[in-house]
Nanobody, 121 residues
């Protein structure tokens, strides 16, 4: 079992920045690739970005490439999503998720509780 606890969502103006955190706990948390997903109202959930187990590979959706950055604090089993130059279309509930193995491939095995991010124009 892996538990994922997110924090850091909120309201930000367009052009601003937010950082989301996802703390993973559980005996085997280190065996998982991690991903960030989001779901906007009326839209399907989409993968924003992902980091492989060990951190060798990081990938991003085209919509956020160059604006969002995934990083980790391995000592704390925490994954971050730094969001910059934010746009109103980034408004969504953001989830971190874990997938057993090296690569993050949907669907995940575990989900965080989700955190609301709202970008005002």
């Amino acid at each position: 079992q892996v538990q994922l606890v997110e924090s850091g969502g909120g309201l930000v103006q367009a052009g601003g920045s937010l950082r989301l955190s996802c703390a993973a706990s559980g005996r085997t948390a280190g065996n998982y690739a991690m991903g960030w997903l989001r779901q906007a109202p009326g839209k399907e959930r989409e993968v924003v970005g992902a980091i492989s187990r060990g951190g060798a590979t990081i990938s991003y959706a085209d919509a956020v490439k160059g604006r969002f950055t995934i990083s980790t604090d391995n000592a704390k089993n925490t994954v971050f999503l730094q969001m910059s130059s934010m746009k109103p279309e980034d408004t969504a509930v953001y989830y971190c998720a874990a997938k057993f193995g090296i690569r993050f491939v949907a669907p995940p095995d575990y989900w965080g509780q989700g955190t609301q991010v709202t970008v005002s124009s």
